[in-house]
């Protein structure tokens, strides 16, 4: 069993929806959540960074962390085409431990 | 502000010949520095690290080595490439293990 389970899509929704994204994890020692947007044929880029659990948002992002369920997500609010991407998932248990990742969902926005 | 280098941007090499991919980062001192594989449709596989000059870390044996001639310089390395080479190689950096972590655009490999 992986670490990190992140299923790889793809996903695709109408321009405007709400887009939920997922990953569940089996590391109860998990501390700090991230997800990144990676673009086609470029390097991921970090969305969101989260502590413990709860909620963070940025603008049209949310992120939600449930420590007692293993799960993590992200909301985007208002899709856009320019959403168009794969989010992947990292967790860690703190600053000197490796980031472990998610393999990556794929998400497309039809206009 | 800081930012990273990778090049080249994309590479089409022939088996069996030398591979060498660089990194700089500007802006910034003594970051831990990483190079990754993507392979299509796939996650993260995390390569080498490197938390200081000359000292590498592997996490896959391979035909693959890297080193960290400076401070801020993180060099992919092979001296022959296989096909199995083949992939997205990504350099990143951070302050600490579990920072986010900033990429470069990223190295596309074709050995053919």
């Known amino acids: 069993q992986k670490e990190v389970e992140q299923d790889p899509g793809p996903l695709s929704v109408p321009e405007g929806a709400i887009v939920s994204l997922n990953c569940t994890y089996s590391n109860s020692a998990f501390q700090y959540f991230m997800w990144y947007r990676q673009y086609s044929r470029k390097g991921p880029e970090l969305l969101m960074y989260?502590?413990s659990s709860g909620n963070k948002e940025d603008g049209r992002f949310t992120a939600q962390v449930d420590k007692s369920s293993k799960y993590i997500s992200l909301f985007i609010r208002d899709s856009q085409p320019s959403d168009s991407a794969t989010y992947l998932c990292a967790m860690t248990r703190g600053s000197n431990y490796q980031l472990i990742w998610g393999a990556g969902t794929k998400l497309i926005i039809k206009p | 502000s800081q930012t990273i280098h990778q090049w080249p941007a994309t590479l089409v090499q022939p088996v069996g010949s030398p591979l060498s991919l660089e990194c700089t980062v500007e802006g910034t001192s003594n970051p831990n520095l990483y190079w990754y594989r993507q392979a299509a449709g796939r996650g993260l596989q995390l390569l080498f690290y490197s938390v200081g000059i000359g000292q590498i870390s592997s996490e896959v044996p391979q035909n693959l080595s890297a080193s960290r001639p400076q401070d801020r310089q993180f060099i992919l390395s092979s001296k022959k490439l296989l096909l199995s080479d083949s992939g997205f190689y990504l350099c990143a950096w951070s302050h600490l293990w579990g920072d986010g972590y900033t990429f470069g655009s990223g190295t596309r490999l074709t050995v053919v």
């Open positions: 989260t502590y």
